[in-house]
């Protein structure tokens, strides 16, 4: 029979240039934020995070921007690069004691050469 | 390679059988999460132990049960199996218990036939 699955979003980018990622988020007790890779074949690998108290924190060509007025995360990469491709997760978390992370649908990016 | 071993990476098995997923988490880390990956349902999370003791349940069915041995190594046992059971299983692992900055294994694939 016919598969269902996820509708990801897609992100066609031409190399080199940026890519802008978005993600919104549901819970208003979230306070750490989390950016996942997830390339073919292979477990989520952490990015970036920030937690509530900044709104913008830059790693390694990697930005993320976090809007809580109106609960939205971006993840910026700069000069994007082939082995960029891949599926990227958003996720939240809240601090004081566990709560679970939760994990956006993802958005997968694929860098045209 | 993110320290996190899962075996084994595929297991194929009938509907009702019982199966079980093995995870050794990063050295040093004593937190092990769980979660499942599927076509239509994305990336959900199972539990969570910290340090042998269950900290926090996710969308875990009564079928599926975990532990965290005194070695910090986890066990996913998976029983009654059903077709909608397959799919990619995840564990991570982390330093604490607030779920910041997992690292996850390869995966463990799951085909119920």
């Known amino acids: 029979g016919e598969s269902v699955g996820l509708h990801l979003p897609t992100l066609s980018v031409q190399e080199g240039d940026n890519s802008i990622i978005n993600c919104a988020y549901s819970n208003s007790a979230s306070d750490y934020f989390i950016w996942y890779k997830q390339e073919s074949g292979k477990g989520p690998q952490f990015i970036i995070d920030?937690?509530?108290?900044?709104d913008k924190r830059q790693g390694q060509r990697v930005t993320v921007l976090l809007n809580k007025t109106v609960k939205h995360l971006s993840l910026q990469i700069a000069a994007t690069q082939p082995g960029d491709s891949a599926v990227y997760f958003c996720?939240?978390?809240?601090?004081?004691?566990?709560?679970?992370?939760?994990f956006g649908i993802g958005t997968k990016l694929q860098v045209i050469p | 390679d993110s320290g996190v071993t899962q075996t084994p990476k595929h297991l194929i098995t009938a509907t009702g059988q019982r199966v079980t997923l093995r995870c050794s988490p990063r050295s040093g880390d004593l937190s092990v999460y769980w979660y499942q990956q599927s076509l239509d349902q994305g990336l959900q999370f199972l539990i969570q132990?910290?340090?042998?003791?269950?900290?926090a349940k996710g969308n875990i069915l009564e079928r599926f049960s975990a532990q965290q041995f005194p070695d910090l190594h986890s066990e996913l046992n998976l029983s009654s199996l059903e077709l909608g059971d397959s799919a990619l299983y995840f564990c991570a692992s982390s330093v604490g218990s607030s779920g910041e900055k997992l690292f996850f294994g390869s995966g463990t694939q799951l085909s119920v036939l």
């Open positions: 920030i937690r509530s108290n900044m």
């Open positions: 996720a939240e978390g809240a601090s004081g004691g566990y709560q679970k992370v939760t």
């Open positions: 132990y910290y340090n042998g003791e269950e900290r």
